[in-house]
């Protein structure tokens, strides 16, 4: 699957699981759980303990259909090893605009964090596939993309922070390509616990929602 089919599967699934955990085994629990789930896009963040290894591990035995991809990337270096593991997209916070030539370089689609109309757009011109807007829920939510997109139509952005299952749709009908889903996916308190049970509901509860939407 070459860069322009990630990014066309992202706009398409819309959901993606962000995985953070305090240890590997913790955070591999969290994706096979929201993979069962049916989810098919899982991005491990490099906050978890050896995220590169646990990457290339899930990459290799994942589902047909589920792609890997890296969070929390904050330097070129974090990125190649991202990629050098297996994953399909790369993520970050920060607009790092590095990010976007290293990715490019070998057909991977890089989405860069921002915040201000200023920051998205820069990241955008940049060559971003996507604009992560984190954190979203902290500055008005979906009513602040739809504000930011009124003057600024067609520009491609996932939302991050704050996203629930009370509220993703309207993030969607804000104007969100992608939603990021963490703590409200993936609780803190199952995630430690390794309360299998509980993610893999909670993820089809989602992915339910979002076919009844």
């Known amino acids: 699957m070459d860069r322009e089919q990630v990014v066309r599967l992202l706009g398409e699934a819309k959901l993606v699981a962000v995985v953070r955990a305090p240890t590997k085994e913790k955070a591999r629990r969290a994706a096979l759980a929201v993979m069962e789930g049916g989810f098919r896009l899982v991005e491990v963040t490099f906050t978890v303990p050896d995220a590169p290894e646990l990457i290339e591990e899930l990459a290799r035995d994942a589902p047909d259909g589920v792609l890997m ?21 790369v993520v970050s916070p920060i607009r790092q605009l590095d990010l ?19 920051e998205i757009v820069e990241a955008h011109r940049a060559g971003a596939d996507q604009v992560k807007v984190f954190p979203a829920g902290l500055v008005g939510g979906p009513r602040y993309l739809q504000q930011v997109l009124g003057p600024l139509p067609g520009l491609s952005l996932m939302a991050s922070g704050g996203v629930t299952l009370a509220n993703f749709r309207d993030y969607l009908a804000a104007g969100a390509r992608t939603l990021a ?4 996916l993936l609780d803190p308190a199952w995630v430690d616990q390794g309360d299998h049970h509980a993610m893999v509901q909670r993820a089809r509860e989602y992915l339910r929602a979002l076919g009844e939407g």
Do not use: E, W, Y
Request: charged fraction near 10%; aromatic fraction near 2%.
């Open 181 to 184: 889903l963490q703590s409200d």
């Open 100 to 118: 976007v030539r290293v990715c490019h370089q070998v057909k991977i689609p890089c989405i860069l964090g921002a915040l201000t109309a200023t």
């Open 69 to 89: 991809g890296a969070g929390s990337v904050t330097n070129v270096s974090q990125a190649k090893l991202a990629i050098g593991a297996g994953a399909r997209f």
